[in-house]
């Protein structure tokens, strides 16, 4: 029964990390990890790393249906989307050598700092 329960539990976590990614472009992350954090125990450096995998089909879907949606604008995504390989890249490099406090304090300044543009 823990095992229905559980699946079941990233079931819905997914639908609504899918949900949040879709609606607004990207951010599914920022609902993926405090979820996978809190409600599943996992720890600072597991979320994250687990997040990155779980967005990448979702990004992938998203991404299809805004370009078939005619929001696909070649000049500003493919320069974009090298520097954001690059960035992925050297995030994830980082991930592996700062610890877990650190990680967690530039997640809760990025959020924040997210939050707070999106205000201005």
Known sequence: MKVI?????????????GSVNGLFGGGGGMVAVPLLKNLSGYGEKRAHATAILVIAPVC??????????????????????????????????LLGVLPEFAVNIIFIALMLTAGIRMLI
Do not use: R
Request: proline residues 2%.
């Open 60 to 93: 992938a879907v998203s991404a299809l249906v805004y370009i078939l949606g005619g929001y696909f604008h070649a000049d500003i995504v493919v320069p974009t989307a090298i520097g954001a390989t690059v960035g992925g890249f050297l995030g994830a490099k």
């Open 5 to 17: 329960e559980t699946n079941l539990k990233s079931v819905l976590y997914g639908a609504l990390t």
